[in-house]
């Protein structure tokens, strides 16, 4: 497993799609955390999209207390997709390019090498979620300093939630990537499946239910995206009116951990039956 995972590492580390990934996710963040609002913050009363909010708020909303509300405010939706795209990429691609089968003339089995691409994505889901706070702090570091404004950071166990959620969120997008590349041996499919879901038809879905189906809500509450959306919101503790899109208070907290953990592991059992039951050719 210890010489797989290096491996699995070694080929993440070098392929290009991965960092190009983690760039789109960054530039996500960065511009509709900090970008967008600072131009908001500094045209003040010339710019339509913030009137009647005042100039504090929205220099309030870019200073380091609220680093992890910018940070992972996107990951339910947009940096979601991304993570599911790396999921697909990383799994799928052992078909398309044949080289699964030459792994498996070696010494690993099946099992092996699927715990240590997993492990290896999760590893990689975590630098993306350290690597896009680390931007996020300099930026709201550079904000409060250039606009005298507080410095103060939310407490350790705070900031430790917050990420710790966010590598949540997205390695359950990963894992749902990988368990839709193994079904289907191949990336094409899975990635237009797998972000037509999380970009228009859970939504739709939601919003169906919401106004016309009022009875079937504890369905659409058990859709990934939405328990996604509500432990990002119970993690960081933004108000429902400032939350970016996919986050909303429809399950507690612990009700979207629990969920969260458990389509993990139904994506991780699926993918594990699945690689060991099928033909890899």
């Known amino acids: 497993m210890l010489g797989s995972y290096r491996a699995e590492i070694l080929k993440l580390r070098k392929r290009s799609a991965v960092w190009v990934l983690f760039g789109a996710g960054l530039v996500?963040?960065?511009?509709?955390?900090?970008?967008?609002?600072?131009?908001?913050?500094?045209?003040?009363?010339?710019?339509?999209?913030?009137?009647?909010?005042?100039?504090?708020?929205?220099?309030?909303g870019m200073l380091p207390a609220r680093v992890v509300d910018n940070a992972i405010g996107g990951y339910?939706?947009?940096?979601?997709?991304?993570?599911?795209?790396?999921?697909?990429?990383?799994?799928?691609?052992?078909?398309?390019?044949?080289?699964?089968?030459?792994?498996?003339?070696?010494?690993?089995?099946?099992?092996?090498?699927?715990?240590?691409q997993f492990l290896a994505l999760g590893t990689m889901i975590a630098l993306?979620?350290?690597?896009?706070?680390?931007?996020?702090?300099?930026?709201?570091?550079?904000i409060a300093a250039a606009e005298d404004g507080s410095t103060s950071w939310p407490g350790v166990g705070d900031l430790l939630q917050g990420l710790a959620g966010g590598w949540l969120v997205l390695m359950m997008w990963c894992l749902a990537g990988a368990v839709l590349a193994i079904a289907f041996r191949n990336?094409?499919?899975?990635?237009?499946?797998?972000?037509?879901?999380?970009?228009?038809?859970?939504?739709?879905l939601a919003g169906v239910v919401s106004s016309l189906l009022p009875s079937l809500k504890?369905?659409?509450?058990?859709?990934?995206?939405?328990?996604?959306?509500s432990l990002v919101?119970?993690?960081?503790?933004?108000?429902?009116?400032?939350?970016?899109?996919?986050?909303?208070?429809?399950?507690?907290?612990?009700r979207a951990l629990l969920t969260l953990l458990a389509y993990c592991a139904v994506f991780a059992v699926l993918a594990a039956w699945t690689t060991r039951r099928r033909d890899v050719t």
Do not use: H
């Not at 710019?47 to 504090?56: E, H, K, L």
């Not at 350290?130 to 996020?136: D, E, K, N, S, V």
């Not at 990336?187 to 739709?204: K, Q």
């Open 28 to 60: 996500l963040s960065l511009i509709f955390g900090y970008l967008l609002p600072y131009l908001g913050y500094a045209t003040g009363d010339d710019n339509p999209q913030t009137d009647g909010v005042p100039r504090a708020e929205i220099l309030r």
């Open 76 to 116: 339910p939706i947009f940096a979601g997709a991304l993570a599911l795209v790396l999921g697909a990429i990383v799994i799928g691609g052992e078909y398309t390019w044949g080289t699964l089968k030459t792994i498996l003339t070696q010494r690993p089995r099946r099992g092996t090498i699927l715990g240590a």
């Open 128 to 142: 993306w979620v350290l690597g896009i706070f680390a931007a996020c702090a300099l930026c709201s570091v550079g």
């Open 187 to 204: 990336v094409a499919l899975p990635i237009g499946l797998g972000v037509v879901w999380i970009l228009g038809i859970e939504t739709l």
């Open 218 to 229: 504890w369905l659409a509450n058990v859709l990934p995206g939405t328990n996604a959306g």
């Open 233 to 254: 919101f119970s993690v960081t503790g933004m108000a429902a009116s400032d939350a970016p899109p996919g986050v909303r208070d429809a399950v507690g907290g612990g």
